[in-house]
């Protein structure tokens, strides 16, 4: 009997999970049942990475205790400030240098090579690196920029925190709120390209570090991170053009042109994470310019109702409005997808811990298809 073959592992299921769960059909994610409009809209991330590691949502002692135990592990080694500044200075992309200083982070790891069958310190490594990958990508952009990196501060969370160090400067209410949102949104999503990498790196009882520097390397492909820096460049060259989007628009898809920020493997409606961040686009261009929002509004207008998209299962996913949301943000266009790294290894650690607590080697096959019957002819003769 011939085994059925499945390029890219399209439909299989390989593991069980509780962490999160996408409905195709109806626009629906959730991580650990609860709809990701209520945590976007009501919680931290601070709050949604302790429900991800823990199973449950924070009471507010706990909350307060895992938010003071992420913010003492914020700063970085100088060793990796001086690699990343050495980066900068070499004009390398921002996710290698982030794949660089994930993998830095284990040569000052307190509690060394631990027992790696030990979840706790498992835990305890995921969440020193979740706290140190703002700090390290933000020095990474300051010294881009020629300026000295910006110190943590312990009074702002996660979110605002970044920004603050990213810019020099503390960010609004709306600003903070805004991207503490975007962290939420990109915080888990099934067995995806990366997470998945990150479980393989995990199912051999690598350290944590492995798994999480494998789903940078993975995160890095353009085929699954980059594409909300597709749709802001997208979004720049309309605005350059000087045509009216709508004439834009048409006259692209009439020469064929792919619009980056629609159609997604698993949702054939709009994704959910796409509807949450258009409202805070809105929010933000009633805060100050309102173009981008204005350009995606009618690009999606355009591709769902004159082009039909959304009736063949195209519609818009997570990347077309991020893409302009980050930008309204002063954050710089190729930095989009490390800041989804920066989201998503909570949930890389999340995956890992919950896989190695039930480990299983992820070992698949492939089919051979080469000769079967070669004569080696040795080197003299050949």
Not at 27 to 46: K, N, Q, S
Not at 64 to 75: D, G
Not at 320 to 341: E, K, N
Request: net charge negative; no cysteine; hydrophobic share 35%.
């Amino acid at each position: 009997m011939v085994d059925d073959l499945k390029k890219g592992l399209e439909g299989v299921l390989v593991a069980e999970s509780e962490l999160s769960s996408i409905d195709g059909d109806a626009g629906r994610l959730i991580y650990r049942g609860y709809p990701i409009e209520d945590l976007a809209r009501g919680a931290t991330y601070e709050e949604v990475l302790y429900l991800l590691w823990n199973g449950h949502l924070p009471h507010a002692d706990e909350l307060e205790a895992f938010t003071e135990s992420l913010t003492e592990e914020r700063t970085v080694n100088d060793d990796v400030l001086a690699t990343m500044e050495r980066l900068a200075d070499a004009d390398e992309r921002p996710m290698a240098a982030l794949r660089t200083a994930v993998s830095m982070f284990s040569a000052t790891e307190p509690e060394g090579d631990a027992d790696p069958e030990d979840l706790d310190a498992t835990a305890r490594k995921g969440r020193r690196i979740t706290a140190k990958i703002p700090t390290a990508l933000a020095a990474f952009e300051r010294y881009r920029l020629d300026e000295e990196p910006v110190d943590p501060d312990p009074d702002l969370g996660l979110a605002a925190n970044f920004l603050y160090m990213l810019t020099g400067e503390q960010p609004d209410d709306v600003a903070a709120e805004t991207f503490d949102q975007a962290l939420i949104l990109h915080a888990d999503h099934g067995l995806n390209a990366s997470t998945f990498t990150s479980m393989v790196i995990g199912s051999t009882m690598a350290d944590i570090y492995s798994a999480v520097t494998g789903g940078v390397a993975a995160l890095s492909g353009p085929l699954h991170g980059g594409a909300n820096q597709d749709v802001m460049e997208v979004l720049i060259e309309i605005d350059e053009s000087n045509k009216d989007p709508l004439e834009w628009v048409e006259e692209a898809t009439d020469e064929g042109r792919r619009i980056p920020g629609f159609g997604h493997r698993v949702y054939n409606v709009k994704d959910p994470r796409a509807r949450i961040l258009q409202e805070r686009s809105k929010e933000l261009a009633e805060n100050g310019d309102d173009k981008w929002y204005d350009i995606t509004t009618t690009i999606e207008n355009y591709l769902s109702e004159e082009k039909g998209l959304v009736e063949k299962g195209i519609a818009p996913n997570v990347d077309f409005y991020s893409g302009s949301v980050y930008y309204q943000l002063g954050i710089p266009i190729d930095m989009y997808t490390p800041i989804f790294a920066m989201s998503r290894a909570g949930g890389w650690i999340a995956h890992v811990l919950e896989y190695q607590d039930d480990n299983r080697l992820i070992r698949p096959r492939a089919r051979y298809t080469g000769p079967e019957d070669e004569t080696f002819v040795s080197l003299d003769e050949r």
